[in-house]
């Protein structure tokens, strides 16, 4: 089974294409406004005309309300959601009933978490999947580095690696983790925000790569 990926922080019409041509499984929208990947609803409305079926589209959120998640599915259709930031199980649990969407929750990999029991809690809860990120003591996600990989669990969960990833490192990334599906956004990028065609396949080249082990 080939790793899945996903293409975050996308915030222009050909990034999308670029995207959708190479082979992307998922296309993120940042919906968090202090991020330079941030697009608004009326963006996020005309960049989704361009994401053909069988392409899921992730809104990321960091501790957003009910009402203001709300206010994005009222105008774009998300498939799923990405919690990004200090959400409880519950909470992600609450807004994803009552929105009636599938939902992920990405958790920091932090030197004294105890990271199997935060990815069971938040599964437990409902998690369609878990996304491991690098720890940063300010940024939420995008930091462009990586945690250690060795400590990526192995468990009977989808585990989304994120963190650092490029080109260059996709696919040890995989091969070292196995894991279910990866998440990239700087580092397919020539500038925040802007994403590079081919780093873009190249990086899903890797992931291929990675997959056929």
């Not at 361009?50 to 994005?72: C, K, R």
């Not at 030197?111 to 003591?137: F, N, R, T």
Request: aromatic content about 8%; glycine content about 8%; some cysteine.
């Amino acid at each position: 089974m080939r790793t899945r990926a996903k293409i975050c922080g996308i915030t222009r019409i050909e990034d999308v294409h670029a995207a959708v041509d190479a082979g992307v499984d998922a296309i993120g929208f940042v919906f968090y406004e202090p991020s330079p990947r941030h697009v608004t609803v009326q963006h996020a409305q005309q960049l989704v005309k361009h994401i053909p079926a069988y392409v899921s589209i992730v809104g990321l959120f960091v501790n957003a309300t009910s009402d203001e998640i709300a206010q994005v599915l009222a105008e774009v259709p998300l498939d799923i959601l990405q919690f990004h930031g200090d959400e409880t199980a519950a909470q992600c649990q609450q807004i994803a009933r009552k929105h009636q969407r599938r939902w992920y929750k990405a958790i920091q990999v932090k030197p004294d978490l105890d990271v199997i029991a935060e990815i069971k809690q938040y599964h437990q809860a409902g998690a369609s999947a878990m996304l491991l990120d690098a720890w940063h003591p300010e940024l939420k996600g995008g930091t462009g580095h990586c945690f250690d990989w060795e400590k990526f669990p192995k468990l009977d969960i989808p585990l989304i690696l994120a963190g650092g990833l490029t080109p260059e490192n996709i696919e040890d990334a995989i091969k070292t983790t196995d894991a279910y599906a990866v998440d990239v956004s700087g580092g397919v990028e020539f500038a925040k925000g802007i994403k590079d065609q081919q780093l873009i396949q190249q990086f899903m080249q890797g992931v291929q790569r990675g997959s056929a082990q």
